[in-house]
Antibody, heavy 123, light 107 residues
Framework: QVNLLQSGAALVKPGASVKLSCKASGYTFTDYYIHWVKQSHGKSLEWIGY????????NYNEKFKSKATLTVDKSTNTAYMELSRLTSEDSATYYCTRGGFDTYYGYKGFAYWGQGTLVTVSS | DIQMTQSPASLSASLGETVTIECLAS??????LAWYQQKPGKSPQLLIY???SLNDGVPSRFSGSGSGTQYSLKINSLQSEDVSIYFC?????????FGGGTKLELK
């Protein structure tokens, strides 16, 4: 079964960077894009961007272009997101997620989610 | 970006009741709408896709409907395990965008 296992919670200082990981299993890693989603204050969700693990191609939400950098390591089936120049506004839970597909309708939406990584920015 | 407006922001209902959550898109999204359920302390889970298709393993008391810019999620015969936050999300255009969420509680 599809599983996305994310790295543990991080406490980071303002101005620093943090790199989150998402290890995929249960499917062929290079066949599906990995997306990242931010959830602030336990409620609203924002799409950060996606990476194609096969080619390394990335597509970012304009809002996060200067904040997030997505990479993958195909040898370990792991996706990474680095967040830079952190401020209190970056304190949130970050999820990696993967699309699901229906034989008739095609793309279903975000069908598989990691457990989330809580990032707290504080001095 | 396409704006998704959910209503109500919070909802209190009794066991066995039927509840409806609405989602309004800022432009036509041609049924490219998904609904997610997020239980306390957990990741979101896909409930409904393409506006009205039930995802695998989702109880039949959940249903989705709508077209154009207006969509709704209905939960029949509310159960205690349905206490969650519900989100709509459009995947018609990039960036995919989410509604603000509806917090469903038991009365």
């Amino acid at each position: 079964q599809v599983n996305l296992l994310q790295s543990g919670a991080a406490l980071v200082k303002p101005g620093a960077s943090v790199k989150l990981s998402c290890k995929a299993s249960g499917y062929t890693f290079t066949d599906y894009y990995i997306h990242w989603v931010k959830q602030s204050h336990g409620k609203s969700l924002e799409w950060i961007g996606y990476i194609n693990p096969n080619s390394g191609y990335t597509n970012y939400n304009e809002k996060f272009k200067s904040k997030a950098t997505l990479t993958v390591d195909k040898s370990t089936n792991t996706a990474y997101m680095e967040l830079s120049r952190l401020t209190s506004e970056d304190s949130a839970t970050y999820y990696c997620t993967r699309g699901g597909f229906d034989t008739y309708y095609g793309y279903k939406g975000f069908a598989y989610w990691g457990q989330g990584t809580l990032v707290t920015v504080s001095s | 970006d396409i704006q998704m407006t959910q209503s109500p922001a919070s909802l209190s209902a009794s066991l066995g009741e039927t509840v409806t959550i609405e989602c309004l898109a800022s432009e036509d999204i041609y049924s490219n709408l998904a609904w997610y359920q997020q239980k306390p302390g957990k990741s979101p889970q896909l409930l409904i896709y393409y506006a009205n298709s039930l995802n695998d393993g989702v109880p039949s008391r959940f249903s989705g409907s709508g077209s154009g810019t207006q969509y709704s999620l209905k939960i029949n015969s509310l159960q205690s395990e349905d206490v969650s936050i519900y989100f709509c999300q459009q995947n018609y255009d990039s960036p995919p965008t989410f509604g603000g969420g509806t917090k469903l509680e038991l009365k």
